[in-house]
């Protein structure tokens, strides 16, 4: 036999270096405890388990021959060992020893070790208010739960649901809770926006619009103080500041936090957040230890900042690094962009590299072009607008990050993969503007609208386009900031400007995009153009059009009203 | 006034150089010539216009917000001049003057300019065999032929079409024809398989059987000798060495050459092939002359050589590059990776970068790695096989292509368009194994089905994976060749597995995946076994097992029957 290979943690980082470290080294003896029952499974579709669109726990933990990832499977086919419900309590770095005790019996037992995977994953935070242990109140911290949960809502026991975070997997048990079950939901998140950090506030209004729309209330900026006991130790409501929200079922979905305390006990580094610190060959500060998944700290390539990256593909890749490292080869995993996308009811969201907020805060000098254009060509049936958010640093033309809206399928998640690639290496606008994204009318326009953020941005850095966001111009719309020399230049078909003519008078100027030309001296003087129109592309030419003309004090709506639209305002006139 | 631009060709490149250009430099005088009546139109949308996707013609010369292309539209929109009807006859270099000619009247006329742009883009090649001149024999050289194809179809006067070429125009016109108009129609390709050079032979083979699942006859490995007159000049029919092809309708796509001569009279640079030469900022041999679109040479940036990339998409990118270097802003535009896609029916096929074929044929020490896996969570509704064919140079580990095949939708073009950022800074294997792709289970899977090619690549390139290819093994099956040691270990679900070992008897053993680790010594000896599973996972991993054991004879199914059944071989048993 060769040499004793021992990983703690049987969820995507630990059985993906078992099984690869036992193909490179067959002569390998390895053994993979965890705590659970239930190992291998994939936790990112817990949300499609409770929502029904897979029926059985099983799917989850079977592979795509549908054989079930069990213990069995894995001395069987893998030739890997597997000690379920066996709790890791200690390291012995020293003797190379790790203590383990049956969650179960409570009987101990030791196990010798010749390198060490720590693959111990992450904790979801649990928030400290009182009534958090009440029943009914969840975090979805593995199987159990989740299985909890569907039992709820398939006995008819849950009319109404709070989940608490508007992040990616609050807003997916939201989505699987109302559209599956009918269960009134409600996120409450605590900033102003959900997705926090991810996207930037424009692209966020338009999933917390879109969640509304179907039938998903949203509340953001306000947090829990208290859960409240209906006298049985049940939940019946989440108490805010503001309000009390009826609640037969609460999930707490703010976020995890890495699993470091076996590691930091051992004595081996770990980061003030409780990660488990590794090289690029995801070894520990104990060089026969490795650590992989969601209990490391990794690296972000766009800020060369310490990131925290908790996602079941980062696991699988990082567990590869290590499996190679275990048999001598030198592969690395340099860190993340941070690549993302979502589901979200009929449209989705993604986003990789840094927000537009994020950027700014990271000390960069960014701006964000917003592109909005159709995905394919126009005759194509399938053809939707797609929103895409570049940013980028001004002085350094360097593109940080990319973040995007569109109609559910894999088109927006062609443009987030495109640049993914690139951004992990400095990447400029003009790799942007030249990205040979795959062209043909069924899938893309022939300046797609990657490359046509790009172009955007590169108007922007260089400060041919000066242009004005949703947020801002949408806070002037409803009054509540003054900007008493602006007024709106609209230059689209008249029937489409008409009712805002009407409703909105000096307000709301209208001049038909190939008229300026000719008429723009009938314009009042001394206003502050908004110019208007569905996209930005006609209002940013008439804008150089008019600076030509000298009249200078111009701002495109960036994005056009098609973005204001999708934020579903108030005071878009009745159409 | 500013500096005049004169710009020959006026469709994509054109158009994009001018008006951009005019953004720049509102001072400019631009003008466009062109010898037809029709400008700036989408061309790549004409398989969709003779189709009926798309009703009238007038939709392919509009904007996204529904105005006509037209030359009042350029004059008033966007401030630059048109003249259409006008065909420049030659360039007096040194006195800067375009001498120009009216196509109706015949007139002759001279324009003056500071700075040319060159945007001819290509011709058709038009077969040099008896007959390529009678009526309804045509080529896609603008929107005039397809105007004229569209009015046969709707008189009903095409039963039989050939379309010569089995490129992407041919496989588009030939879906146009036989999709939507119920014709009998036959791709003819000279080459043995549709796609030549763009994709490799197993992904080709795909999309052939995908054509003849849709009543689209394919031929290949033959060329047409002659077009056969009915008597009144009309064709009737296409001769090939073989046979003879009943035809009331020729297509002719038989590749495209880039118009050259108005630059190669002028004395410009011009490449044997018959295009501009141009530097980085698209300039040709002649500082004051731009060139850009279908008629210059560009440059692969993953082989190193000089190419001919005719695409839209690319005429585009030019035609800004072209604007910016115009204005003094030193924009390049460095080359091309060769990104591609299309719809073929239900399916889509992609490609980037260099085929394995090429690859060799460059003097690459190139492997192929064939990837099958879902490309979304299994219990996503859309889910579905994608393949995905990772070309990488094994002594470099260099990824040098990347070609696909999946269900239509923008899967594919997911993976495309990630590989092709990437292309063009020569990444390596484990670049393309930790690329960071967005994941969720509705959009890929934790390992996506690219992280998994580039896995392939990586155990192929170091020697642990060996595999076999579907042509040959399909040539063993068939008995087209002789391996007389060779057996099928099959290690599939026995029911999976049945049919097979009762259709092909020793030849044809079978295993179960998870039992070979205690069953493997009951193998007979002596045979180099083809380990074959669905996916070509199992077979890896049984691979490496057998090896540890001392049997050293095997090799994967590369992609494993997945790949088989797409091609629609003959010897599948009946199931």
């Known amino acids: 036999m060769g040499e004793k290979i021992v990983i703690i943690g049987g969820v995507a980082a630990g059985p993906k270096a078992a099984c690869r470290a036992k193909r490179l080294m067959p002569d390998a003896e390895i053994t993979v405890v965890d705590q659970d029952s239930l190992i291998s499974y994939g936790g990112c579709g817990i949300p499609y388990f409770v929502s029904g669109d897979v029926s059985d726990e099983k799917e989850l933990r079977s592979t795509s021959f549908h054989m079930l990832r069990d213990e069995r499977f894995f001395r069987e086919a893998k030739g890997v060992n597997v000690r379920t419900g066996t709790r890791a309590v200690s390291i012995d770095r020293k003797d190379k020893v790790v203590h383990v005790e049956d969650v179960n019996s409570g009987g101990r037992d030791t196990i010798r070790y010749d390198k060490l995977v720590l693959a111990t994953g992450s904790r979801p935070n649990i928030l400290p208010v009182p009534g958090n242990d009440l029943n009914n109140v969840f975090t979805i911290s593995s199987m159990h739960p989740a299985m909890a949960i569907k039992d709820l809502l398939a006995r008819g026991k849950v009319g109404k649901a709070v989940v608490i975070g508007g992040g990616a997997i609050g807003i997916e048990m939201a989505e699987a809770l109302a ?68 609640a037969d079922l609460v999930i707490m979905a703010a976020g995890v936090r890495p699993r470091g305390e076996l590691a930091a006990d051992a004595g081996l580094q770990v980061s003030p957040f409780g990660a488990i610190v590794v090289n690029q060959r995801m070894q520990t500060s104990d060089p026969s230890i490795y650590a992989a998944g969601d209990c490391v700290e990794t690296y972000n390539l766009v800020s060369g900042k310490k990131a925290f990256a908790p996602l079941g593909s980062v696991a699988n890749r990082q567990g590869r690094v290590v499996a190679d490292n275990l048999a001598g080869i030198p592969s690395t995993f340099d860190g993340v962009v941070g690549s993302f996308i979502m589901k979200v009811f009929d449209r989705c969201v993604g986003a ?23 995905d394919r060509a126009h005759f194509f049936p399938t053809q939707a607008l797609m929103f895409n958010h570049l940013v980028v640093d001004r002085s350094s033309r360097r593109v940080l990050g990319l973040q995007g809206f569109g109609n559910m399928g ?18 400029s606008i003009s790799d942007f503007s030249n990205l040979e994204l795959a062209y043909a009318p069924p899938f893309s326009t022939a300046v797609d609208v990657l490359n046509a953020a790009a172009n955007i941005a590169d108007n922007l850095a260089a400060g041919r386009l000066r242009d004005v966001g949703a947020e801002e111009f949408n806070a002037w719309m409803e009054g509540s900031s003054e900007h008493p020399g602006w007024a ?16 909105f008078g000096d307000k709301w100027v209208a001049m038909v995009y190939d008229q300026v030309r000719e008429n723009y001296k009938k314009l009042p003087n001394g206003k502050t153009w908004i110019i208007i129109c569905n996209a930005g592309t006609r209002s940013y030419e008439i804008q150089t059009f008019l600076k030509s003309q000298g009249i200078d004090n111009t701002l495109v709506l960036a994005g056009g009203l098609n973005v204001i639209r999708r934020l579903g305002v108030k005071w878009w006139p009745g159409d």
Do not use: Y
Not at 179 to 203: K, S
């Open 410 to 427: 894999d088109g927006l998640l062609a443009r987030i993969n495109a640049a993914a690639g690139l951004l992990a290496r400095k990447p």
């Open 352 to 374: 990789t590299g840094l927000s537009l907020e994020v950027a700014r805060a990271e000390g960069f000098d960014a701006v964000g072009a917003m592109s909005v254009q159709s």
């Open 488 to 503: 709106a230049l609209d230059l689209r078909h008249p029937k489409e400007a008409e009712p805002f003519v009407k409703a």
């Open 179 to 246: 559209d599956l079950w009918g269960v009134e939901t409600t996120i409450l998140e605590f900033m102003p926006q959900v997705l926090p950090r991810i996207v930037d506030a424009t692209i966020a209004g338009m999933v917390e619009n879109h969640l509304r729309e179907n039938g998903v209330d949203v509340i953001t900026g306000e947090g829990a103080q208290s859960f409240k006991d209906d006298g049985n130790g049940n939940v019946c409501a989440v108490i805010t500041p503001n309000r009390e929200l009826e």
